[in-house]
Structures are given as C-alpha cells and as structure tokens.
C-alpha cells in the first residue's frame, strides 16, 4: 500500500505539472521566449502603495508595457516584513508571466531573522538585474546635540539603551542600517519600530525617538528646515546631495555600508531566452533619460547590468547581514 501510494503521489505531481504548463502556455523544455509576451505580465512587490518599490515596480512596469506590447500589472502583497510578498512570487509558475521587485539587503537578511521561511532566496529566484542604488542618511533630532558621526557614537555610548532609534519595521533597511551601527560601533541604543519611513523621521524630528537613518529622499524636506541635523550616509560613496557630508565609515566605524539596492527577479526555472529579453529591455530602461532623472529626483541612481552582477551582490549581502544579524541577535518578532 505505502509502494502503490507513493507511486500514485509521483504520478499525480507529474500531471499536476504537465497541466499547469500546458496552462500557461509554457514547453516542458521551456527552450526560448517565443512570442514572449502574448498576455499580461504581473510585477509583485512586497511593501504596498506609495513606497519605493512601488515606485520602481510602477515605473518599469510602464516601459515594459510600453516596450513589450502587453500590460504589466503591479501587484502589491505586503506583510511579514516582505516576505508574503516574495514567496508569491518565488513559487509562482516559471514561464515569464510574474516577476518581483526585491529590496536586496531584506531578501538577504530574510533568512537569518526568521525562524524558517517558505522559500530560498537562492535557489527559488532567477536573477534578472539590478534596478537602483541609493543611500540612507544617519540623522538626530533636537534631543541629540551632535554635529557628526564621532560626536553621536559618544552620546550614545554615555546614554546606553536610553537613546532610542527608530526604523519603518523590524527586518527594514532602516532598522538594519542602526542595527548594524549598533554592532559595528559597540552601541545599546534601543530599537522602536513604526509602520513605515514617514511617522519614523516625523518622530525623530519630534523628538519622540533620537535618531534614525532613513531615505535622503525622505529626511531632506527635515533637514532643510532645520528640524533634522544629517551626520553621515551609509553607502559606500557621498550622497550627491550631500557632497560635504562624509559616509559613516570614513567617520571612524570603518567597514560600515548599508547600499539599498533593488533588483528585479523572476521565478527560478524561468526559461533562459525569457530572462535574456528582460534583462535586455531592463537595461534599455534604465538608460533613458527620463527614467535617470526621475529616479535622479528621488535620491536614487540607475543600476543594470547582467543577471550574474545581480546575483554576486544578493550573495554578498547574504554573507553582511547574516554576521550582523547573528551578532546583534535580529529576530523578526
């Protein structure tokens, strides 16, 4: 009986698959792109309207729309930090037809910070490349009388736990990039986590947390006016917005970078001419002007390249954040 059902289980697993290519149109062989695309394409992401990969997914969604004939449909699925979203994705049908926009330092993160997750971020996702790059900026409020990076890591040696710092989530970029600085300069300050970027920096600004290193984009309208003093970025280079302002390692914490890089991906087993064509249309994309100096506008500068540069950066994230998870002690709660 145990021989009969597991033959039985391998049969029906085997049809079960034939069906659902047969369905979406796809070869067993999955040999080329054909005429890739003939309906529309979903482009999942996994942090809601109005945020920065809804941004992005929107924006290239258009121009593929416009480039390949057939509509590309965002599909928004946040929750658990990102990661409904992108197990929709990483286990949907590998024929072309859904595609997702990643957080790089979050899809790396993912597995560290939670117990057990429904899919790897490895092996369940086809690299189509990197979208955009951009940078964080270390910022206090009024409750923290510092002008840069050495005079703030005193402070918050001499405070402990009593500084607070807040982020857009537990498992966020942003929470990332002060857990890291927590690890790297020997800190306590204490996490206090708010439901996005916004209510985060308005809260630093208030005074109802300390500091915070959130978006450029989102800290400059604060800084401007004064209620936010900037300290340092987090990537590897000066913002372009702030030639003068130095990153945090060139600030003495040496090795420190957090680069919020965003890459498009597809389910793995995607056929190889398929991910060819949109990688190919993602760079003719990325290098319109348009597109540059909209992207240019929000603090973030256009990627590209090949799928295998995409995958060497998501690899070496996964090695960052695994040592900084592992020593902070980041558990997704």
Request: charged share 15%; proline share 7%.
């Amino acid at each position: 009986m145990t021989r009969m059902t597991a033959h039985f289980n391998v049969l029906s697993a085997v049809l079960m698959w034939a069906f659902g290519a047969l369905a979406h149109g796809a070869s067993p062989a999955g040999s080329g792109a054909g005429d890739y695309p003939r309906r529309p394409i979903r482009f999942v992401e996994a942090f809601g309207a109005g945020g920065t990969t809804d941004v992005l997914s929107r924006v290239i969604g258009q121009k593929l729309t416009e480039r390949l004939g057939q509509p590309v449909i965002v599909d928004n699925r946040p929750g658990a930090g990102g990661n409904i979203g992108a197990e929709l994705a990483a286990k949907a049908f590998p024929d072309g037809y859904t595609l997702f926009m990643g957080v790089v330092p979050i899809l790396a993160a993912a597995g560290g910070m939670y117990g057990k997750l429904n899919y790897d971020v490895l092996k369940d996702f086809t690299d189509l490349g990197l979208v955009v790059s951009g940078n964080y900026v270390l910022v206090v409020g009024p409750t923290v009388p510092a002008k840069s990076v050495q005079e703030f890591i005193g402070i918050a040696r001499a405070r402990g736990a009593a500084l607070r710092y807040g982020s857009s989530g537990v498992g966020s970029t942003l929470h990332l990039a002060m857990a890291m600085l927590n690890s790297m300069a020997g800190l306590k300050m204490l996490h206090v986590p708010y439901k996005g970027g916004p209510p985060m920096i308005t809260a630093v600004a208030a005074g109802e947390v300390d500091t915070g290193a959130p978006s450029i984009t989102l800290a400059l309208p604060l800084i401007k006016a004064g209620r936010l003093t900037p300290l340092g970025v987090t990537g590897a280079k000066r913002a372009r917005e702030f030639p003068g302002l130095p990153t945090i390692a060139e600030s003495g914490v040496p090795g420190y970078e957090l680069t919020p890089w965003y890459a498009a991906y597809a389910p793995a087993g995607t056929p190889r001419a398929v991910v060819r064509l949109l990688n190919s249309e993602l760079n003719a994309i990325l290098q319109l002007p348009d597109i540059q100096s909209s992207f240019a506008a929000q603090g973030l500068e256009a990627a590209g390249g090949t799928p295998e540069r995409a995958r060497e950066v998501l690899q070496t994230e996964i090695a960052k954040w695994a040592k900084v998870i592992r020593e902070a002690g980041i558990k997704a709660e």
